[in-house]
Antibody
C-alpha cells in the first residue's frame, strides 16, 4: 500500500524558514516524480513544485520560484520542501503527492495518484 | 500559464440526480486533464486521468469527457458519499487546477 506521511509544518513569522518532509513507503520511490501541492484555508488547490525521480530536474510555480526548494533523498524514500522568506500568503496545508510516472523534461508534473495527509504551515506575526 | 475555468462553483443537487461539472482551458491541452474529489479535511482523491479514463476502484457512475479546451465530469446518479468538492487539473504545461466545484445537498 502506498503511504505518504508529511511533516514539518508549524507557525512561523514572516521572513522565516521552514522545511517540510514527506516520508514514503509502498512503492519504488526513485522511479516516480513527486510534487508539493498547497491549499490555502478555504481555497482551492495550487501546484507548487515537482521533482523528477532522480532529482535531476526540478520545477516550480512562478509564485514560489526563488523562495522554495524541492529535493529528495532516494536512499531514505523521502521528499522535502525547503521554504525560505515565508510570507503570509504561503499559509496553507501542504500536500505531498506521487506522480503516476517519472517526469520527462520539460513537462512535469503529470497527475497525482496518491497524496499525503497534508501538513499545515501558518505564517503570521 | 494555462488557466482552468471550472463551473459552477457550487452545485446543489439531490441523491439520484445526474450532475455535470465543466472545465475550460485557456488553450488547447489535448486530453491532459485529471479530476479529483476532495472531502473536508482530507487529501484529494484521483477520479479520472487523461480526460476520460476512470482510475481503478472509482465507481462507474463517474465519467468524464472532453479534449482541446472543453472538459466535463459527470456523476450519473449522485450518492450520499459523492457530496464533496471536485477539481479539474491540467498537466499539459506544468500543472494548474480549476477553482473547484462544491457539490452540496439540495
Amino acid at each position: 500500500e502506498v503511504q505518504l506521511l508529511g511533516s514539518g509544518g508549524g507557525l512561523v513569522q514572516p521572513g522565516e524558514s521552514l522545511k517540510l518532509s514527506c516520508a514514503t513507503s509502498g512503492f519504488t520511490f526513485r522511479n516516480y516524480a513527486m510534487s508539493w501541492v498547497r491549499q490555502a484555508p478555504g481555497k482551492g488547490l495550487e501546484w507548487v513544485s515537482a521533482i523528477s525521480g532522480s532529482g535531476s530536474f526540478t520545477y516550480y510555480a512562478d509564485s514560489v520560484k526563488g523562495r522554495l526548494t524541492i529535493s529528495r533523498d532516494n536512499s531514505k524514500d523521502t521528499l522535502y520542501l525547503q521554504m525560505n522568506s515565508l510570507r503570509a500568503e504561503d499559509t496553507a496545508v501542504y500536500y505531498c503527492a506521487k506522480d503516476w510516472r517519472d517526469c520527462d523534461s520539460p513537462q512535469c508534473p503529470y497527475y497525482f495518484d496518491s497524496w499525503g495527509q497534508g501538513t499545515l504551515v501558518t505564517v503570521s506575526s | 500559464d494555462i488557466q482552468m475555468t471550472q463551473s459552477p462553483s457550487i452545485l446543489s443537487a439531490s441523491v439520484g440526480d445526474r450532475v455535470t461539472i465543466t472545465c475550460r482551458a485557456s488553450q488547447n491541452i489535448w486530453t491532459s486533464v485529471a479530476w479529483y474529489q476532495q472531502k473536508p479535511g482530507k487529501a484529494p482523491k484521483l477520479l479520472i486521468f487523461k480526460a476520460s479514463t476512470l482510475e481503478s476502484g472509482v465507481p462507474s457512475r463517474f465519467s468524464a469527457s472532453g479534449s482541446g479546451t472543453e472538459f466535463s465530469l459527470t456523476i450519473s446518479s449522485l450518492q450520499p458519499d459523492d457530496f464533496a468538492t471536485y477539481y479539474c487539473q491540467q498537466y499539459y504545461s506544468h500543472s494548474t487546477f480549476g477553482q473547484g466545484t462544491k457539490v452540496e445537498i439540495k
